[in-house]
């Protein structure tokens, strides 16, 4: 196939200047993104109606409180990829995942019926848009597999799929894409077209997997850092805002530049689930990446797995969260003065009234979307760490007092150390309760195992 001409290039490259010169990508995402994911519920296996129930429920309970973003997680092409399950093709590409003619995923109609006929996401999109919510998907980083084999003309260009693949599976947990050839130009070519795809969709936000760790997590792959910048380049070029999440980690610290200057939020972590070593490890994960976020760009603590998960995948059995009340509140506070983006993994529907509580406490989700600099004191007890943030233009505080011991024991640090003095005022932020005023040289408080406080302080 002949290269595309240098003035078309030229083209595209003045596009991408003057839609910058309009907007950064750093302003699709300026506060923590809030939302709800399908992975913990459903794994690989979810379904058009489930999407719609979660959706309808977000808008009803959530949406008041600043929720917004629904999103499909992974294996939406696959026509039956089972429960609790990464499906991996067997010999002769079977089954087929579903495809267009430019040999882009599209999803699958027998569990997303109202996809038929080539709509694609946008009837369930539009129907997301409508309750008030933004719609979101899962990508795997790269081209299907079954498509580099032959020639589908890609979408907007003179080269074929044939022309993008390098042959390199290199993801082990789900083998459905090959590397993009990023050196070709048929490699960004292939993914200008897929992001036109879902811009037509209304896509607001793409989680990129496979595509982030840099090894140090047992079966996570290489740092793709070439197919970021051509995804980077595609959603720039495709004429509608959407989110770039990035998955998973552990990211590496020595790209933060790369990170900031392309995605909107990135993955610190393999998988998180309900399981107290994994948020014990995250205190660590926060305290080494909070000083590299900004609006915009946000390290992601990953997702809330609270309420009923698991229901087909893909940690069974299916359960209630095994986070205790104090661990949850733990897991909140820390994820809200650290200012990482919100995913809810519980399926909403069955979402007990201690949880949504929880999920729609307004005090704390200003924490997490309006305060600034919140970071961990330096010096304190690893297993007693305090994290302090501030309100902006206002000089109230925010302090986090948190045990990560499992026993009940006393976190105590002076208010100078804190930025306060004797007499401020109070909120227990989670409580919604006043205090009395703050006395001595030390704010002190009794913990119970894996417990917290948030407070709001208010300068005497």
Known sequence: MPHKSSHSARQRLCARAINLKITMHTDFAPKPPLGWNSY??????????????????????????????VVVDFCWSHPAPGACANPH????????????????????????????????????ADHVHGLGLKFGIHLMRGIPRQV??????????????????????ECVWLDHMETVNTRHPAGQAYYDSCFRLYASWGVDF????????????????????????????????????????????????????????????????????DDWPK????????????????????????MLPLGRICKRGP???????????????TMLSLWAIFRSPLMMGGHLPETDAATLALLTNREVLEVNQDCVGGKPLPGTDPT????????????????ALFNLRDVEAENAVSLASIGISSGARARDLWAGQDLEPLTGITLSRKLPPHGSLLLRVTRG
């Not at 058009?48 to 429920?57: D, S």
């Not at 495709?238 to 990170?259: F, K, M, N, Q």
């Open 40 to 69: 913990d519920c459903f794994g690989s296996d979810v379904t058009e109606a489930e999407i719609r129930e979660n959706a309808a429920f977000m808008a009803e309970h959530l949406k008041p409180a600043g929720w917004e973003y």
């Open 89 to 124: 093709i067997g010999k002769g590409m079977q089954p087929l995942l579903h495809v267009d003619l430019h040999g882009r995923l599209i999803p699958a109609p027998n569990r997303f019926p109202s996809s038929v006929g080539g709509a694609g996401f946008k009837p369930l």
């Open 148 to 169: 580099t084999g032959d020639y589908f003309q890609i979408e907007g260009s003179e080269y074929t799929t044939h022309d993008v693949g390098t042959g390199l599976v």
């Open 206 to 273: 793409v989680k990129v997997d496979d595509i982030l760790a840099d090894g140090t997590d047992r079966g996570m792959g290489p740092y793709h850092g070439s197919e970021i910048d051509a995804i980077r380049a595609a959603i720039d070029n495709c004429g509608r805002p959407i989110v770039l999440s990035l998955s998973p980690g552990d990211a590496p610290v020595a790209s933060t530049e790369h990170l900031r200057n392309n995605a909107n939020m990135w993955r610190m972590s393999a998988d998180f689930w």
């Open 279 to 302: 948020l014990k490890r995250m205190f660590s994960l926060c305290a080494r990446w909070w000083r590299y976020r900004q609006p915009g760009a946000w390290p992601d603590a990953d």
């Open 315 to 329: 940690k069974r059995p299916e359960r209630d969260s095994r986070f205790t009340p104090d661990e949850a509140r």
């Open 384 to 399: 007693l760490p305090v994290w302090v943030s501030e309100y902006p233009n206002r000089g109230d505080k925010v302090i």
